[in-house]
């Protein structure tokens, strides 16, 4: 909530999902306004794929919308349903928030891999140079992968269960970084310094282990996508070895000022075009 109360002049941002529940970007987007002076607010909805397509064309007029922020299962679905797309999510085929400006047009940003790259930073870890093993080839895990090259990492391998998808992300991941030691592999992570989970897996109880824990060897710095439980059993298993751990709530608090900036600017007025530089 804002520091101003709820009326027909709040300027209203909708967080697209399915399930809903374990969405943290509402409480931290909230308090972000409130901090800066902002007239809006975040709310969720539960929307499934099948009625993606309806929800977004619904949200098309209403006027006092800022924008739509998303997730988990729509990033790559929300890409097709907008009429203009940054160069990154262009790119990637994915966005994971979309501005409406005043003729009800959407145009979508991808923010997760830099909000992944930002938020390491600040708690201290570079990912420059490092020997990198990503879990995952969907939309989050694409915008980490795009993330982590262009932060400088010296190599990547991509795991996924459906090694098709991870190598058409490879292939177009090498167009764009020639030259780069980008591979497609199992979730091995022997010799890896740096193990970033840009899955589902974690969410809920009962789901594989992303990578192959014994694999880990002590000090490898091991990220997560995933927010909720806060303490993944992949982050618990990576302590357990001696790992580094990066809670996945951080890809988020890395990117909350992007999003804020994006859909509202400074003043709570439309904010410029924020398209990314990468074609």
Known sequence: MSNFPISGTTRVVVHLAYPSHHLRTPGLFNALCQERGLNAVLVPWQVPPQ???????G?????????VIVTIPHKTAISALCDSLSSTARFLGVANVVRRDSAGRFHGEMFDGRGLVLGLRERGHDVAGRQAL??????????IAEALLGAGVASLTLSNRSAPRAEALAARLRAAFAGRAIRVGPGDATGADLVVNGTSLGMYPG??????VETLDPGTLVAEAVMEPDVTPLLKAAAARGCQT???????????????????????GQPPDAGAARA
């Not at 009625?51 to 064309?57: D, K, P, Y």
């Not at 890395?254 to 859909?263: E, H, Y």
Request: glycine share 22%; no cysteine; charged share 15%.
């Open 59 to 67: 949200l098309r007029g209403i006027e006092n919308l800022a924008g």
């Open 246 to 268: 990066h809670r996945g709530v951080h890809m988020i608090t890395g990117q909350i000022g992007l999003l804020v900036d994006f859909l509202l600017g400074a003043s709570g």
């Open 134 to 143: 990503l879990v995952g080839a969907g939309g989050a895990a694409a915008g």
């Open 207 to 212: 789901d594989a282990l992303p990578v192959d």
């Open 51 to 57: 009625g993606l397509a309806e929800a977004v064309a």
